[in-house]
């Protein structure tokens, strides 16, 4: 393998990366919608000047009548998207996440949630999934949109989850935000996956005292870090929560009653995300048991490239590791 | 089916001007008793809304989902009261369910929902109209149905930065199926318009909008505006109507604070009379 040039620097947010050891899959939303707008006329796609970036582009291509770039304005793409809806289209529009939660807030909740629009959000970067420091970095996106009655949430773990994802929020009514993957997606879960509205699914079952409860793609990192704790001697099982809301509240404890202890590992600050409703849920059904959180702290973050920042913020391979073989 | 005016008609200006004049009336018994509200904004605006209900939009009360209506989209939720007076006048709700507007339980609260038969929009947090209505349109137009969308919003949404992302996605798209209609009613919350938004009709014309200003409360002015704003030539149409919180009663248009204006229990039976008096 060529010696790779982007560690050390902030990457080019257009920059597909070969991820070491990992098949991938490109642009494995916009295939797939392109796909499902020849089986569902109603489905239009939209974007916020961020076509490329969102991997849109292959719907744009398949389906150029039917799509949309409104420019740099998320208020209006989210408006537009409930307007759409409301004449019969399934909107699927897309941008990051930080400028759909952050800047467009009010229009999700009332244009879209509170007047139940079919509309899909695809919310590109979600997490710390991007160099570009605090600015695109939707870091408390979990929390922010959690706060939102009648929206679901979707955070998907892999190619493999994303694509089912596309295809089913088609059939979910109403308003839905997905955490959307880009570029070279990794595909961690087997063919045999089947996504499930709501419902959290154990996707490495190792046995054990160690029962990690993880989202988005921390649960594929969190499978890489049991096999790898496994070889050293400790086993543990992984609770993918693919759906954030509505929560599996007795998916997740019923999981949590198997362990010992726990780890919530998410893309997200500790606060407000999974680890949150997590807690919640264990000390409503009266359960304590010693939790690790791996996620990241109440902050904004630098500039950098993913390996640097997941590293020092404490997401990576080594921090999930030692919280399983440490438990700390 | 039954459908209203379309394609409209000669106007008859005497029984529009009467639509109107109902409209109020009917405004007026549903704040009556409830000590303060938005009646200024709906007397304002009734002369707009008894054109557009009676003269200009497609739509059959008995099928509010009917697919291919035009839209009349609210977006001053506040707005509600005169919003339901014209749906009751046009036939959507019952005249008898008007008095518990804005009572605890009522399904006709203080600020318009979608559930409400005719209400296409969930109103009160302001800016967010237009931009559904360009997505109606847009929507409308890829499906090459004949429907128009008219959308109305006030001066004091010209302040929220969504109203003008709008507006250029409304002349980006080509939304020549859109109708504004900007109640520039010269108030908001805490008083006067207080943002330099003017000129107003020069803004929408460099947005790429056809722009026409109109006394709001002159039917025949109203009548005219809304004809000239058929054509299909590529470009959305606006409205801009100067209109007088409180019309067609000059004690309401004298007071002070008409934005969610004060009137006491003892004062509705005057208020009545003027009305009367003044279209009389």
């Not at chain 1, 947010?13 to 991820?19: A, F, K, N, V």
């Not at chain 1, 089912?164 to 570029?183: C, E, F, H, K, N």
């Not at chain 2, 704003?229 to 606006?238: D, H, L, M, V």
């Given at each position: 393998?060529?010696?790779?040039?982007?560690?050390g620097?902030?990457?080019?947010?257009?920059?597909?990366?070969?991820?070491?050891?990992?098949t991938?899959?490109?642009?494995?939303?916009?295939?797939t919608?392109?796909?499902?707008?020849?089986?569902?006329?109603?489905?239009?796609?939209?974007t916020?000047?961020?076509?490329?970036?969102?991997d849109?582009?292959?719907?744009?291509?398949?389906?150029?009548?039917?799509?949309?770039n409104v420019?740099?304005?998320?208020q209006?793409?989210?408006?537009?998207?409930?307007?759409?809806?409301?004449?019969g289209?399934i909107?699927?529009?897309?941008?990051?996440?930080?400028?759909?939660?952050?800047?467009?807030?009010?229009?999700?909740?009332?244009?879209?949630?509170?007047?139940?629009?079919?509309?899909?959000?695809?919310?590109?970067?979600?997490?710390?999934?991007?160099?570009?420091?605090?600015?695109?970095?939707?870091?408390e996106?979990?929390?922010?949109?959690?706060?939102?009655?009648?929206?679901t949430i979707?955070d998907p773990?892999?190619?493999?989850?994303?694509?089912?994802?596309?295809?089913?929020?088609a059939d979910?009514p109403?308003?839905?935000y997905?955490?959307?993957?880009?570029?070279?997606?990794?595909?961690e879960?087997p063919?045999?996956?089947?996504?499930?509205?709501?419902?959290a699914?154990?996707?490495?079952?190792?046995?054990?005292?160690?029962?990690i409860?993880?989202?988005g793609?921390?649960?594929?990192?969190?499978?890489d870090?049991?096999?790898?704790?496994?070889e050293q001697?400790i086993?543990?099982?992984?609770?993918?929560?693919?759906?954030?809301?509505?929560?599996?509240?007795?998916g997740v404890?019923?999981?949590?009653?198997?362990?010992?202890?726990l780890?919530?590992?998410?893309?997200?600050?500790?606060?407000?995300?999974?680890n949150t409703?997590?807690?919640?849920?264990?000390?409503?059904?009266?359960?304590?048991k010693p939790?690790i959180?791996?996620?990241?702290?109440?902050s904004?973050?630098?500039?950098?490239?993913?390996?640097?920042?997941?590293?020092k913020?404490?997401?990576?391979?080594p921090?999930?590791?030692?919280a399983?073989?440490?438990?700390? | 089916?039954?459908?209203?005016?379309?394609p409209p008609?000669s106007?008859?200006?005497?029984?529009?001007?009467?639509?109107?004049l109902?409209l109020?009336?009917?405004?007026l018994?549903?704040?009556?008793?409830?000590?303060?509200g938005?009646?200024a904004?709906?007397?304002?605006?009734?002369?707009?809304?008894a054109?557009?209900?009676?003269?200009?939009?497609r739509?059959d009360a008995?099928?509010p989902?009917?697919?291919?209506?035009?839209?009349?989209?609210?977006?001053?939720g506040?707005?509600?009261?005169?919003?339901?007076?014209?749906?009751?006048e046009?036939?959507?709700?019952?005249?008898a369910?008007?008095?518990?507007?804005?009572?605890?339980?009522?399904r006709l609260?203080m600020?318009?929902?979608?559930?409400?038969p005719g209400?296409e929009?969930?109103?009160g947090?302001?800016g967010?109209?237009?931009?559904?209505?360009?997505?109606m349109?847009?929507?409308?137009?890829?499906d090459?149905?004949?429907?128009?969308?008219?959308?109305?919003?006030?001066?004091?949404?010209?302040q929220?930065?969504?109203?003008w992302?709008?507006?250029?996605?409304?002349?980006?798209?080509?939304c020549?199926?859109?109708?504004?209609?900007?109640d520039?009613n010269?108030i908001q919350?805490d008083?006067?318009?207080t943002?330099?938004?003017e000129?107003?009709?020069d803004?929408f014309?460099?947005?790429g909008?056809?722009?026409?200003?109109v006394?709001?409360?002159d039917?025949?002015?109203?009548?005219d505006?809304?004809?000239?704003?058929r054509?299909?030539?590529?470009r959305?149409?606006?409205?801009?109507l100067?209109?007088?919180?409180?019309h067609?009663?000059?004690?309401?248009?004298?007071?002070?604070?008409?934005?969610?204006?004060?009137?006491?229990n003892?004062?509705w039976?005057?208020?009545?009379a003027?009305?009367?008096?003044?279209h009389?």
């Amino acid at each position: 393998m060529a010696e790779p040039l982007h560690t050390g620097r902030t990457r080019g947010m257009g920059e597909l990366i070969d991820i070491a050891g990992k098949t991938t899959e490109l642009a494995p939303f916009g295939t797939t919608l392109a796909e499902l707008g020849r089986e569902r006329p109603e489905i239009v796609g939209l974007t916020a000047d961020m076509g490329r970036y969102s991997d849109i582009l292959p719907f744009r291509d398949a389906h150029p009548t039917r799509f949309f770039n409104v420019g740099m304005a998320e208020q209006d793409l989210i408006m537009i998207a409930a307007g759409l809806s409301k004449v019969g289209k399934i909107a699927y529009c897309t941008t990051y996440s930080v400028f759909i939660t952050r800047r467009a807030y009010d229009f999700v909740a009332i244009s879209c949630a509170h007047s139940k629009a079919n509309v899909k959000i695809f919310a590109g970067m979600p997490g710390l999934v991007n160099g570009y420091g605090a600015t695109h970095q939707a870091t408390e996106d979990l929390n922010m949109m959690r706060g939102i009655a009648d929206l679901t949430i979707i955070d998907p773990c892999d190619a493999t989850e994303l694509k089912q994802v596309v295809r089913a929020v088609a059939d979910i009514p109403g308003t839905v935000y997905v955490r959307s993957l880009r570029g070279k997606v990794p595909v961690e879960l087997p063919d045999s996956y089947r996504f499930q509205l709501g419902k959290a699914q154990v996707i490495h079952e190792g046995g054990g005292k160690v029962g990690i409860i993880s989202t988005g793609y921390m649960s594929a990192r969190a499978m890489d870090a049991a096999r790898l704790a496994a070889e050293q001697g400790i086993a543990s099982s992984v609770l993918h929560v693919g759906t954030i809301k509505p929560f599996d509240t007795a998916g997740v404890i019923a999981f949590a009653q198997r362990f010992d202890r726990l780890i919530v590992a998410e893309n997200h600050k500790t606060t407000g995300g999974l680890n949150t409703l997590v807690v919640e849920a264990l000390y409503d059904a009266g359960i304590m048991k010693p939790l690790i959180k791996v996620g990241l702290a109440d902050s904004f973050f630098e500039c950098g490239s993913q390996e640097y920042l997941e590293a020092k913020y404490g997401v990576d391979l080594p921090r999930m590791l030692r919280a399983i073989l440490e438990g700390n | 089916m039954t459908t209203l005016n379309h394609p409209p008609g000669s106007a008859d200006l005497p029984a529009l001007k009467a639509r109107a004049l109902n409209l109020r009336r009917t405004m007026l018994h549903m704040a009556s008793g409830k000590g303060e509200g938005y009646i200024a904004q709906g007397l304002g605006i009734a002369d707009c809304l008894a054109a557009i209900y009676f003269h200009e939009l497609r739509y059959d009360a008995a099928n509010p989902a009917w697919a291919d209506r035009d839209r009349f989209v609210l977006s001053t939720g506040h707005y509600a009261i005169a919003m339901y007076a014209v749906l009751a006048e046009a036939g959507y709700l019952e005249a008898a369910e008007l008095p518990s507007y804005g009572l605890n339980g009522s399904r006709l609260p203080m600020s318009t929902f979608d559930d409400i038969p005719g209400v296409e929009m969930v109103g009160g947090s302001l800016g967010h109209g237009l931009g559904q209505a360009v997505g109606m349109a847009m929507a409308l137009k890829l499906d090459g149905r004949p429907s128009r969308v008219f959308c109305e919003f006030s001066d004091g949404e010209l302040q929220e930065g969504s109203t003008w992302e709008a507006t250029m996605g409304a002349a980006t798209f080509k939304c020549d199926n859109l109708v504004a209609l900007i109640d520039c009613n010269g108030i908001q919350a805490d008083g006067p318009v207080t943002v330099q938004i003017e000129p107003v009709a020069d803004k929408f014309t460099a947005f790429g909008w056809d722009t026409v200003e109109v006394n709001g409360n002159d039917m025949a002015a109203l009548v005219d505006a809304l004809a000239g704003a058929r054509e299909k030539n590529g470009r959305p149409k606006a409205i801009v109507l100067r209109t007088t919180p409180g019309h067609g009663v000059p004690t309401l248009v004298a007071r002070d604070r008409a934005h969610f204006v004060r009137v006491d229990n003892s004062e509705w039976d005057a208020l009545k009379a003027e009305l009367e008096s003044t279209h009389g």
